[in-house]
């Protein structure tokens, strides 16, 4: 089963009128970076690598450097296969790019393997703990007109209690564009709208420095915010720290972490209560699965991020299946001790409409596929659709 070919494809769609914001940046459009592995006997792969940044690097990455090493090899050695190109890059590329490739790769190769053998990649990792994954809605972000406080508070209001009409069972709101105090106001009027019983997570991507962390952190506690997700930028170790002792809200992080090194500095470091790798990112299943041992050795729940195309959903339906509860009860709780899958409410038809089969929420959970591989089909008329030239 060697590997014959690597193709890769930049996806783009422009959002238009429904640009939004985060604390970071104004999102224009939405991209994924994908790529399809091919055996000699004709088994297909498929990886996405990256979230946030330009596609174009990690495909540089691909077809200059890390395709010519893989072709002719055999491809169901995901794990082996990953060791030796991140030996082979650790002196230029221990984190991003060259990772965000690897895990392209990666999430490909165990892709094939499951195929190959026809079984679900869950079932190769060692078996699913769930067939089904509670889900929490990532959304309001930021509109275009976010400087009209009082339209933009009525329409946060509005979204939060769709989500929740939705079936949503937890949500999760951005943070850090505004001053503190609108902010918490936003807080304040989510948590209105959708009643106490439902999950609420806040996500500033790094907005504050510790000392405006622990300001905001402060009025998140009466109102029972599940996590504070990357309260102060991913460097800052100490700031994480210094917020994490400083309030009573869990302490969420790891987006842009990168392999099991990175989560072990995380862990060393004290940072976090929940880890968030992203399979695109942080090195696919091979490195999930160290990350899992890792993170639950400290006690930390692992919950993924989850912001790509539906090849990004699938891997982590798949790695979901296989986290178990830290620690263990007789009968899980979502966000306690039971991992939950991050669905991503914002306009991005690369995760609806790219596989044939959409992901349908059901009971507030989506089901884990069945089927061999990641257990999902890339529709090849969208994929040509969305294909950017490069
Ligand atoms: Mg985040």
Not at 157 to 174: H, Q
């Amino acid at each position: 089963m060697k590997i014959r070919s690597i193709d890769t494809y930049v996806l783009r769609t422009p959002l238009g009128q429904k640009r939004f914001f985060s604390s970071q940046a104004a999102f224009p459009e939405r991209n994924s970076f994908l790529v399809k592995i091919t055996t000699e006997d004709g088994i297909d792969g498929w990886g996405e690598g990256g979230q946030y940044g330009p596609p174009e690097p990690p495909l540089a990455c691909i077809e200059k450097v890390l395709a010519p090493r893989l072709i002719g090899r055999e491809a169901d050695q995901p794990v082996r296969i990953f060791e030796d190109l991140y030996s082979f890059c650790r002196d230029f590329g221990q984190k991003g790019t060259y990772i965000e490739a690897l895990s392209a790769i990666d999430i490909a190769l165990w892709d094939i393997w499951g195929k190959s053998l026809g079984k679900p990649i869950h079932a190769l990792l060692g078996g699913a703990f769930r067939t089904s994954i509670p889900a929490y809605g990532t959304g309001c972000y930021y509109p275009d007109h976010y400087q009209d406080t009082d339209r933009m508070l009525r329409e946060l209001a509005d979204e939060a209690k769709g989500y929740r009409d939705a079936g949503m069972t937890a949500i999760k709101m951005k943070l850090g564009l505004l001053p503190i105090d609108l902010d918490a106001e936003r807080i304040a009027v989510v948590r209105e709208a959708i009643g106490p019983r439902i999950g609420l997570m806040v996500d500033a991507n790094h907005a504050y420095n510790a000392a405006s962390a622990i300001r905001i952190g402060r009025s998140m506690e009466k109102h029972n915010v599940l996590w504070f997700e990357e309260p102060v930028p991913p460097e800052d170790r100490q700031g994480y720290r210094r917020v994490r002792d400083a309030i009573d809200v869990p302490i969420a992080g790891g987006e842009c972490e990168y392999t099991r090194f990175g989560f072990r500095d995380l862990m060393l470091g004290q940072c976090i209560d929940i880890a968030q790798p992203d399979l695109c990112c942080a090195g696919g299943f091979t490195e999930w699965i160290k990350i899992l041992a890792l993170t639950g050795s400290f006690g930390v729940l692992t919950v993924p991020h989850v912001w790509g195309s539906g090849i990004a959903v699938a891997a982590a339906l798949q790695a979901i299946a296989v986290a178990p509860q830290v620690p263990f009860t007789a009968a899980g709780v979502p966000l306690q001790n039971e991992p939950m899958i991050e669905f991503d409410r914002t306009h991005n038809p690369l995760r609806d409409d790219l596989l044939v089969e959409r992901f349908v929420l059901r009971d507030g959970t989506i089901d884990v596929p069945t089927g061999s591989g990641l257990g999902v089909e890339v529709n090849e008329d969208e994929l040509q659709k969305y294909s950017a030239a490069h």
